[in-house]
């Protein structure tokens, strides 16, 4: 059932990946101050009458929110196959677990090491960002989802994150570009990702699994679950990071009315491209939650109430027509098997979001955001301090094509090294088969008639083969 030539272990690799991160850790992972039990010096030094003023208090609820999307959200939403829903929850679970402690570590390098003493020092915003660099290799892993192995997926989140690092640094470091709820630098840069790893591992038999594919009525309410949880949360998300008071404010009252937006065009969308007006859970699971990504970039900007209703407007309607027109096209043109449809609701958002991001900053004006609302919202202090809001425009969109070529090149490279016979991936007739990685229980197996098709994130796949 499974390829198994000079086949790497699951257990060896997780035992000896853990292993290393304990050394790591150990060598260079340590408390910030508002972690460390010097917090009490920290305060009598700095004036700080109450331990309500400890980064803790400011950011952990937005943690928390993340934290559910991360594990909860994105693993539910990927347990629309029928028969894949342990795979997609468990196998979440492990790539989250496993690429947080190295994106602790690989951001920790980029952006908080100290010279003096060559440590990482942690907190609750530091935790918050793993989360963030997990997400855009949970975003990746939907383009493969069910037609490859765990190893593969743990080989694929290592590069993914290390990839994600350098692409963040690059992007918030040296370009100067703001991207608090990351349309570019994790939905644009994992949707990429994610789809070249799938174009390199083209299956052209992958119709031998054929009756696997698709939903049922329940995997599709547990899909559903997932939806809920991301768009309820996906304020937190484009907010977590921001400054706090009126920038984090805003992003969390922009992302709650451009995601209200666009269920209302996504509802619209789905039942006018049904002959008979119904309803498809695809479009409603999935493009119900583009506006979010859309507004990562320009969600702590003056883009106004309106202005997120619009994009929440038009997000719907595009990542709705991606389902029914682009993601066939994806496939039987480009050779492009896209499992969950992260085109649609990751990367063409996300390049959205993108564009947004550099017309509104290249739009920014005094008037609107007052000289020192300037300053605080795209940070021009220190060796930026000279930008005007046009050059921000600028690198706002230089920021995105830096996304996209990480994602490209980045996921033919490790798609090339995903494709040697080492790794105990599935057979082309045992994908999005959770028997082929999960002991299943005898009562749940459940007969599977072959002509059973109610529903697929490639909804069109069959008519157009």
């Given at each position: 059932?499974?390829?198994?030539?000079?086949?790497?272990?699951?257990?060896?690799?997780?035992?000896?990946?853990q292993?290393?991160?304990?050394?790591?850790?150990?060598?260079?992972?340590?408390?910030?101050e508002?972690?460390?039990?010097?917090?009490?010096?920290?305060?009598?030094?700095?004036?700080?009458?109450s331990?309500?003023?400890?980064?803790?208090?400011?950011?952990?609820?937005?943690?928390?929110?993340?934290?559910?999307?991360?594990?909860?959200?994105?693993?539910?939403?990927?347990?629309?196959?029928?028969?894949?829903?342990f795979?997609?929850?468990?196998?979440?679970?492990l790539?989250?677990?496993?690429?947080?402690?190295?994106a602790?570590l690989?951001?920790?390098?980029?952006?908080s090491?100290?010279?003096?003493?060559?440590?990482?020092?942690?907190?609750?915003?530091?935790?918050?960002?793993?989360d963030?660099?997990?997400?855009?290799?949970?975003?990746?892993?939907?383009?493969?989802?069910?037609?490859?192995?765990?190893?593969?997926?743990?080989?694929?989140?290592l590069?993914?994150?290390?990839?994600?690092?350098?692409?963040?640094y690059?992007?918030l470091?040296?370009?100067?570009a703001?991207d608090?709820?990351g349309s570019?630098?994790?939905?644009t840069?994992?949707?990429?990702?994610?789809?070249?790893?799938s174009w390199?591992?083209?299956?052209?038999?992958?119709?031998?699994?054929?009756?696997?594919?698709?939903s049922?009525?329940?995997?599709?309410?547990?899909?559903?679950?997932?939806?809920?949880?991301?768009?309820?949360?996906?304020p937190?998300?484009?907010?977590?990071i921001?400054?706090?008071?009126?920038?984090?404010?805003?992003?969390?009252?922009?992302t709650?009315?451009?995601?209200?937006?666009?269920?209302?065009?996504?509802?619209?969308?789905?039942?006018?491209?049904?002959k008979?007006?119904?309803?498809?859970?695809?479009?409603?699971?999935n493009?119900?939650?583009?506006?979010?990504?859309?507004?990562g970039?320009?969600?702590?900007?003056?883009?106004?109430?309106?202005?997120?209703?619009?994009v929440?407007?038009f997000?719907?309607?595009?990542?709705t027509?991606?389902?029914?027109?682009?993601?066939?096209?994806?496939?039987?043109?480009?050779?492009?098997q896209?499992t969950?449809?992260?085109?649609?609701l990751?990367?063409?958002?996300?390049?959205?979001?993108?564009?947004v991001?550099?017309?509104?900053?290249?739009?920014?004006?005094?008037?609107?955001?007052?000289k020192?609302?300037l300053?605080n919202?795209f940070?021009f202090?220190?060796d930026?301090?000279?930008?005007?809001?046009?050059?921000?425009?600028g690198?706002?969109?230089?920021?995105m094509?830096?996304?996209?070529?990480?994602?490209?090149?980045?996921?033919?490279?490790?798609?090339?090294?995903?494709?040697?016979?080492?790794?105990g991936?599935?057979?082309?007739?045992?994908?999005?088969?959770d028997?082929?990685y999960?002991?299943?229980?005898?009562?749940?197996?459940e007969?599977?008639p072959?002509i059973?098709?109610?529903?697929?994130?490639m909804?069109?796949?069959?008519?157009?083969l």
């Amino acid at each position: 059932m499974v390829n198994t030539n000079i086949r790497l272990t699951l257990p060896v690799v997780c035992f000896v990946w853990q292993i290393a991160m304990i050394i790591l850790f150990g060598v260079f992972i340590r408390y910030d101050e508002e972690s460390d039990t010097h917090w009490v010096e920290t305060k009598a030094h700095d004036n700080i009458t109450s331990d309500i003023e400890n980064d803790f208090y400011f950011r952990y609820p937005s943690f928390q929110d993340v934290h559910v999307m991360i594990f909860v959200g994105f693993g539910f939403l990927m347990t629309f196959l029928k028969r894949y829903s342990f795979g997609a929850v468990g196998f979440n679970f492990l790539v989250a677990s496993f690429g947080l402690q190295w994106a602790l570590l690989m951001q920790g390098w980029f952006h908080s090491l100290d010279p003096q003493t060559g440590k990482i020092f942690i907190g609750v915003e530091s935790l918050i960002n793993a989360d963030f660099c997990v997400a855009g290799c949970l975003i990746a892993y939907g383009a493969v989802l069910g037609k490859v192995s765990p190893v593969q997926l743990l080989v694929m989140t290592l590069f993914g994150v290390t990839l994600f690092a350098v692409e963040e640094y690059i992007i918030l470091n040296l370009l100067h570009a703001r991207d608090a709820g990351g349309s570019m630098v994790i939905h644009t840069f994992g949707g990429y990702y994610g789809l070249t790893i799938s174009w390199v591992l083209y299956r052209p038999n992958l119709n031998q699994s054929k009756r696997m594919q698709g939903s049922v009525y329940h995997s599709d309410i547990f899909a559903m679950i997932g939806t809920l949880f991301l768009w309820m949360f996906w304020p937190s998300f484009n907010s977590a990071i921001t400054d706090h008071g009126d920038g984090q404010h805003r992003a969390a009252i922009n992302t709650y009315l451009c995601l209200a937006s666009t269920v209302l065009t996504t509802v619209a969308i789905s039942s006018l491209s049904q002959k008979t007006g119904k309803l498809d859970m695809v479009h409603i699971q999935n493009s119900t939650l583009a506006g979010g990504v859309a507004l990562g970039t320009a969600a702590e900007f003056m883009i106004s109430p309106y202005g997120a209703l619009i994009v929440g407007f038009f997000c719907g309607i595009i990542s709705t027509m991606g389902y029914i027109f682009i993601s066939p096209f994806l496939e039987k043109t480009l050779k492009i098997q896209d499992t969950c449809g992260i085109h649609n609701l990751h990367a063409m958002p996300g390049v959205i979001g993108g564009i947004v991001g550099a017309i509104t900053a290249a739009a920014a004006s005094e008037s609107v955001y007052g000289k020192q609302g300037l300053i605080n919202t795209f940070d021009f202090t220190g060796d930026f301090k000279d930008r005007t809001v046009l050059t921000q425009g600028g690198y706002q969109a230089a920021g995105m094509c830096v996304s996209i070529v990480f994602g490209v090149v980045g996921g033919a490279i490790v798609g090339s090294i995903l494709r040697l016979p080492i790794w105990g991936d599935p057979a082309d007739e045992n994908c999005f088969d959770d028997e082929v990685y999960w002991e299943v229980k005898e009562e749940h197996q459940e007969s599977i008639p072959p002509i059973l098709e109610y529903n697929n994130h490639m909804i069109h796949k069959q008519q157009d083969l």
